[in-house]
């Protein structure tokens, strides 16, 4: 399908069409990048799923059209303002893996576009309705997962502005978390910090200081503060401030539960006082070195993932976990040990093996599996059964023996690799040998393990 762009029409067209056959509009940006589909739209414009016809690939991306509708000639102005700015800003930023690429920024029959990365996956906020709270752990690993980002950011002097759960992406399949729409973003001079501006960024993700047009860098560190805080919660910003004594009580929302030392960094996050707030993202991550796992180096598993070495790549993810989890003289992995392992040393395989199978292989598409069959925290044996089959490790007499593995990426059905033998869902020891030689309780609590972890 191709999608006409044209305000006034918005008409569906076939595939291949260069001209849309009901207004006879331009289908095609720049003689290369066709809308196929609208993703999204609001008082500013519009934006398209898009392919860029350019490569032979034909790989997607994404079109922004700026239309702005029902504002004033005063808001058209600055919204044009912020358009162009996020287009400057992603190209001020360059190419980093959890920004958006910028690929083009032009005017076309008088109407502005920007085109960039497309990135598949689903927002936090998407991630919140369907799957709940966040767990702790979860927050923790977002947490040591974006905050490098704003170091990145700040370092280049931007200011993003617009930190909120619909702002970030966790990309599919590596499921890495993505920060998008710097429309907001504001480059930070030593001018533009002393000076009142517009009051720029979303309600009750907003630092006090940022309304008031004086951002700065720790009003990002409020924003990412709140998401987290909205996150665990589940409870609007506006509703867990209580104005009156200038205070947070979003700690009774997990009572005791709540792990101490992350709800001292939170609330050092959200300080009102933008000088009692953490100042910047390094400061929070020193606080928060406590609570990640201890370092482990991934670079051998990543050189066997990138060479093809499917079969040693398997073995090493069996030695990294064993490692992490003190039990490599015992060879395997029991469920007290699982239950204690950090969400770091699973999120993190996970990601090196999609990113380098493209998606075939890893945890997130074995639990992903899991799920589309039915499975629960009370599956049964058949449910157990069927998995092993879908992901090549049953036939349906069997379970197969670690050397009947396919370690060939062309011919391995999706979610084959990793297989584990201790520490993953095919729970498969050195001593056994045989795939599911543990049975179904083991499986249970490594898919328990996975959706704590947000791996899915």
């Known amino acids: 399908m191709s999608q006409c762009l044209n305000p006034d029409c918005l008409a569906n067209n076939p595939p291949d069409s260069r001209f849309c056959q009901r207004c006879g509009a331009k289908l095609l940006l720049k003689e290369r990048y066709r809308a196929i589909a609208i993703i999204g ?3 500013f414009g519009r934006t398209f799923k898009a392919v860029d016809e350019d490569k032979p690939s034909k790989p997607l991306c994404v079109i922004k059209q700026f239309f702005p509708q029902g504002v004033g000639t005063q808001g058209i102005e600055k919204a044009k303002q912020l358009f162009e700015l996020e287009a400057v800003r992603l190209d001020e930023l360059g190419h980093h893996p959890q920004i958006p690429a910028l690929y083009a920024y032009f005017t076309q029959d008088n109407r502005q576009y920007l085109v960039q990365e497309y990135i598949p996956g689903k927002t936090l906020l998407k991630e919140l309705e369907t799957q709940g709270k966040f ?4 927050v923790i690993n977002l947490l040591g997962s974006l905050l490098p980002l704003l170091d990145f950011i700040h370092n280049k002097q931007v200011i993003h502005r617009d930190i909120k759960p619909d702002n970030i992406i966790r990309r599919h399949p590596d499921q890495q978390l993505i920060l998008v729409d710097f429309g907001a973003a504001k480059f930070a001079t030593a001018k533009a910090l002393t000076s009142p501006g517009t009051s720029i960024g979303s309600s009750g993700y907003a630092a006090p200081e940022q309304t008031l047009g004086q951002a700065n860098f720790s ?9 987290c805080i ?3 919660t589940q409870v609007p910003p506006w509703q867990l401030y209580n104005v009156h004594d200038g205070e947070w009580n979003w700690r009774k929302y997990l009572g005791d539960r709540l792990n101490s030392p992350l709800a001292d960094i939170l609330d050092k996050m959200v300080m009102t006082s933008s000088n009692k707030r953490a100042s910047s993202a390094s400061e929070v991550r020193d606080d928060l070195k406590a609570l990640l796992s201890p370092s482990t180096d991934y670079s051998f598993l990543e050189k066997l993932l990138k060479s093809g070495r499917w079969k040693d790549a398997d073995r090493e993810t069996t030695t990294l976990i064993l490692a992490v989890a003190h039990r490599e003289s015992q060879g395997y992995l029991d469920i007290e040990s699982l239950g204690k392992l950090p969400c770091d040393i699973f999120r993190t395989i996970d990601q090196l093996w999609c990113q380098y199978s493209n998606g075939r292989f890893g945890f997130s598409v074995q639990y992903r599996i899991w799920q589309e069959i039915g499975g629960s925290t009370s599956a049964d044996i058949e449910t157990y059964k069927l998995f092993g089959e879908k992901v090549g490790w049953r036939r349906p007499n069997d379970w197969l023996w670690y050397n009947n593995l396919v370690f060939e990426i062309d011919k391995a059905p999706p979610g084959h690799l990793p297989s584990g033998r201790v520490g993953d869902i095919a729970i498969a020891s050195r001593l056994m040998g045989k ?10 609590a490594i898919m328990a393990k996975l959706e704590e972890c947000g791996i899915g």
Do not use: C, H, K
């Open 41 to 43: 739209q609001g008082g």
């Open 219 to 227: 009003s990002d560190i409020y924003s990412l503060g709140v998401t």
């Open 435 to 444: 795939l599911g030689g543990f049975g179904l309780t083991r499986v249970l």
């Open 230 to 232: 909205y996150l665990l």
């Open 135 to 138: 767990s702790q752990q979860q």
